[in-house]
């Protein structure tokens, strides 16, 4: 095997009494894909924080080249050839590409002046040699996340950084995007940089890494060369325990028409129509599954569904009732759920407590009101209650659910959504950025909805998590629904094709947007 | 075909606000047609004067028929709104605004003396000297706000600045006051930034106490000292006075109005053109920005947010404390309590009317200078409007462009929120 390049020895961090990271040891090979596999809150950010200087570690040493090195601050951590790429991207919307790329490590002209053009040749370089496609002009906030994640390749690339840490980096990626990142890993390894990627989807450790390290719960748990590992020893050592990865799923009883969409149309943020006449059904007992790649419009239906925003034009009922112009509780009350997409900004309300968020759909009501003052007690023991049956971590109910991980915040959303009679769950992105283990809860709580005869609508842009859980399924394109099909009747590929726009019944061309109201079902 | 009305549907709602502004610029044009021809003969003449007082070029008066001139421009202004309830001008709206806005006023003129004269050089002049403290002390509020500090102290630091420049200048000379003024803001500011970015106080709050500490203050040393005879020789600073500046003072119009002025003109120019210069294409702009707009991003960088952000307040006061000297030592030569009048706040609104940005600042800052032009120019005139009435109208002008006619301005994203390191 190769040289060493990074080594970590001993790192330990706790923040308060809770030990985020418990005397981890890691190396790192020259030209190496190490992934740092780990449900969230297993200490794997933390870990990165602490090499790229963000947090100073309790003890435990870092050695770069065989050399010891002392990382204080980001600033040493790219003098020493480290690089990041954040989960939540390090760049600023209304800055160029080549303002982000060169801040921090300006070139100038003379006196202070910058040397745009100067880096700008430089960025152009970099994209050509990686296939990256980056136009250095262009202002970041108009750029698709993949293109945005990109660009934080380029900065670290721009700094010569040999070592780079990626922090979860298809997260926020559609597959297609997924597919290109690994790509350029790929040439970035090719080129002699080693890689640290984190990441919680056994799927993607699979397939891109060369070697893996398991964390839990602050510690290394088991390492392993890629080749060797097999998928579900990993997933029980990630969760502590064996992990079921397939569902199964009952027969279908659907039963009377809960939610009705007819010919919705809604305006966006731009003045533009986000969403296009768009129709369709969601009946009793089964989950119905809107596919289709980010920013084709669900986030809006969503919007539109749970009464935040109202449509232009079209009709939507809830339980025969018109609720079209519904104000968000009305729908609550008649028996919504709603699952959001954002669980941190449209979900929780983060500096309040677990035990207050888990009574936001009713807090209003008795037993948690009477008249006009809250109900203490009533409130502690509902959370009391809710945190044990849905094994909320901590169990302290008391602390801000911002100190929650993503998986924890999750099923307080869910607990606090489900723990009352409900006809109808719109659950949107509901997995997104969670763990093994919470996806697998998360999932069989829905199919366990469908069969206890709720409407489940599932929006999601994951296909396989679509194609596992729906019984029909719809997919967007560009605002429209283009095709409704039987999930039995439909295979997932056909689906993927869909989702990028392709007419079925002519493969070669993408739908144009006179199509697409031809088609809209 | 019902898939093209349904379109067409879609569209009507985007444009609905826009009709909204077309009908008000369509009312705009009836009312001047309505009241403003309604006592003018058809020979009515407006004249206007473009000769400045002091000048030494003469430049021939524009003699106008005041009817005719007032249905042209309202032909004018009704157009615009048909093209906008039509059509919509879209992303030039702003510019549409403005222009609408200098020819209605400039129709209001024309009506207000008609079968007299106005010396429009003069009220272009004024409209100059009026728009330095606003100006500069918009510049003052962009390079706070760039960093992500909220600055609304501009108006303290700009009372106490008028303050101590007139008393040093009293006791030595003219220079010496401009330069403890100029310092009197810087110090102002590092207690602001010592608030806002050490402690991380909430940005308004301090901004607020340092105003009412500023109007305190000098309002007691201005009443128990220097208003009072025995001390009278602390606030008689006397003030700059206006030269001009050789070839560029020959140019007609222009000339007079921008380039026979004092010392605070001439280093307002320079600010505006330097500021924008330096936060767009140097070093140091570009991180000024990014700390107002993302500063853990910065961070990650090895960029030092709270160090920038402190140096860019105690600047952002120094450039106030300048625009405060001129209240007293650049204009009437003496202080007088609360003489800022609240022009620290139309600055701020000339700073979001200008989008954060020094040229366009510079530009509301004229605009304001040219309400409050015009409302002391037509006070001397026989106007139906009371001059009570017209004295507001820079702040119902302020009204309108912080109601968001102009369209919602956003700011830095990271404006007024502390910026904390990680855990450690």
Redesign the interface.
Known sequence: MSEIVLELRGITKS?GNFKANDNINITLHKGEILALLGENGAGKTTLM?VL?G???PDQGEIYINGQKVNIQ???DA?NAGIG?V?QHF??????TVT?NV?????Q?KY????DRADTATRIRKLSDAYKLQINPDALVGDLSVGLQQRIEII?LLYRDADILIMDEPSAVLTPKEVGELFLTVRSLVEEGKSIIFITHKLREVMEISNRICVIRAGKVVGEALTKDADVNRLAALMVGRPVDMNLTKSPLRAGKKVLEVENV?I?GRQ???EVN?VSFDVREGEIFGIAGVQGNGQTELVRALVGLIHP??GRIKLLGEDITKASPRRITELGTAHIPEDRQADGLVLQSEVSDNLILNRYYLPPFAKKHLIQTNAINQNAAKLVESYDIRPRNPHVPVAKLSGGNQQKVIIARELSRPIKLVIAAQPTRGLDVGSIEYTQKRLLQLRDEGCAVLLVSTELDEIMQLSDRVGVMYRGSVIAIHNTSEIVKEDVGLLMAGVDLTNPQKVLTSQQL??KSV | MEKETNSNNIQSIIFLKNKRLGALFIILALVMVVLFTQNLDAITQTTLNLTHASSSIMTNDLVLNSRQTIIVIAVIIGLAGIYQLIIGFRSKFTLVLGIVFLLFTFGFIVWSVSGSSINITGLLSVMVVRSIPLIIGAMAGILSERSGVVNIAIEGMMLSAAFTASVVASLTNLWVGLLVGILTGGLIAWIHATMCVKYKANNVISGTIINLFAIGITSYFSEKYIQSLDYAYLNNPGFFFPFEIPLFSKIPVIGPVFFNQNIFAYLMYILVIVLNFAIFQTKWGLRLRSVGEHPKAADTLGIKVNRTRTRAVILSGLIAGLGGSFFSIGSIGSFNEQMTAGRGFIALAAMIFGKWNPINAAGGGLLFGFAESISLKLAIFDVAIPSKILAMLPYVITIIVLGGVVGRNIGPAAGGQPYETESK
């Not at chain 1, 390090?90 to 800055?95: K, R, S, T």
């Open positions: 923040f924080n790229y963000l947090y100073k601050s980001p600033l790219i990041m954040h390090m760049l600023i919307p209304v800055f303002e060169m801040l921090g490590n300006e100038v006196l202070d002046v910058l900065k149309s305006l003045q533009k129509a006449r232009i034009e109201v031809d």
